[in-house]
């Protein structure tokens, strides 16, 4: 796989909420940043952030992916990534970089606005 | 100029803020989105926006490229925005998403966290 086709293969990972897929994704140092939040790191800490709060939460979740580019061991995506919530969709407008090494995601650092999250909670 | 100096000589027009090199480098119906704040169009639009605030006040700018990759017209970058305003440098981490069309950029939409900047003010 491309590293464009593993950050994909991440994101469908994430959709179905399948974190042994996501964790077999990424490397033993993985740092996985929300960067108004902060990291966590190792597929542990993945897992553990995956697997709390609105990703628990939803009925359904759609990471809808507007744009991505790569350059060699670098990828950037611009996604919405939507949660399904009682009966309304919660939307975040985020923009990521990913980082692979050896077939799998080192860096994940998302980039978005947690005020426009926390006003649809 | 490929799709990536085009956006490389947006960020060091920035940097110098001579508006009217930045002016000359977007197309005449641009989309400027700072997500968190809003949209302008235009060059008149995209002046206002760098003329004013903390464009305006820094003694010192500096936008640091962290990352950037492409895919035909499409342009993403990861910065650290950076103004010396008084005796400190502010810091926005953003990622950023521009379209390159003619020559010339269509779209530039940056994504951050406004209370990050806020707090920092």
């Known amino acids: 796989m491309t590293p464009g086709e593993i950050v994909t293969a991440l994101v469908t990972a994430c959709e179905r909420r399948d974190l042994d897929a996501v964790c077999a994704l990424v490397t033993d140092d993985i740092e996985y940043d929300n960067v108004p939040i902060g990291k966590v ?17 939803a009925a359904e979740i759609e990471w809808r992916v507007l744009a991505q580019t790569a350059d060699a061991d670098t990828v950037m995506n611009e996604r919405v990534d939507r949660f399904l919530v009682g009966d309304r969709w919660i939307e ?10 050896d077939g799998r995601i080192c860096l994940w650092r998302d980039y978005f606005d947690l005020d426009t999250y926390r006003k649809q909670r």
């Open 41 to 57: 790191f190792g597929p542990d800490g993945v897992r553990k952030v995956l697997s709390s709060g609105v990703m628990a939460e």
């Open 92 to 101: 975040i407008p985020i923009a990521a970089v990913f980082r692979v090494r």
